[in-house]
């Protein structure tokens, strides 16, 4: 059984699925960095987009949609696993495995028009300027917070004479 676009009779793809499910999951849980499987799994039976008989979209979320496993065979980039069965959407900048180069969004023709607005939320979201992004709301890895501290200390010297002042009187 294949899922159908009700506005257009297209297939409903199951990755637009799964990425549509996570994207509402992280839209009303917006203090919730990452979600398991099976929350991302409830929430697409949730929403009609789980074949049960089929293990297609349990798939999807495992293997097919997640950046950072190799492509075997989808390509797509719509999650990241954050740690062991534990995925959120994906951002520009995530870890991926050499191949993945499918998409990351669903395009907007291809969804339900009532999710076309899950595309605006997800621009905002994926950004950092929304109130409910994960890089405004969740404390940082504490190494990732220190790129970009010693900027300063180049503004003004050449690294070369920044070196030698450093070790002036050195013996």
């Known amino acids: 059984m294949t899922l159908l676009l009700a506005e257009t009779g297209a297939r409903f793809l199951a990755a637009d699925r799964v990425w549509i499910a996570t994207a509402l999951l992280h839209r009303e ?4 960095e990452d979600f ?9 039976r949730r929403e009609g987009f789980v074949e ?3 293990n297609v979209f349990p798939v999807h979320v495992n293997q ?3 950046s950072n496993r190799p492509p075997n065979p989808g390509k797509h ?8 069965g534990r995925r959120r959407l994906y ?3 995530d870890p ?22 899950l595309l605006d939320w997800y621009a905002k979201w994926s950004s950092g300027s929304s109130s409910g992004s994960p890089r405004s709301n969740f404390p940082a890895d504490p190494l990732l917070r220190l790129r970009g501290s010693g900027r300063a200390v180049w503004q003004h010297e050449h690294a070369d004479e920044f070196v030698r002042r450093l070790r002036e009187g050195w013996r």
């Open 64 to 66: 097919h949609c997640v």
């Open 29 to 32: 849980n917006p203090k919730q």
């Open 36 to 44: 398991s499987e099976a929350e991302i799994l409830e929430r697409g």
């Open 77 to 84: 980039r719509m999650l990241v696993e954050t740690r062991k």
């Open 96 to 117: 991926q495995m050499p191949g993945r180069t499918g998409k990351i969004v669903p395009e907007r023709e291809n969804m339900p028009s009532k999710y076309h607005a």
């Open 91 to 93: 951002r520009n900048g």
């Open 52 to 54: 049960e008989k089929s």
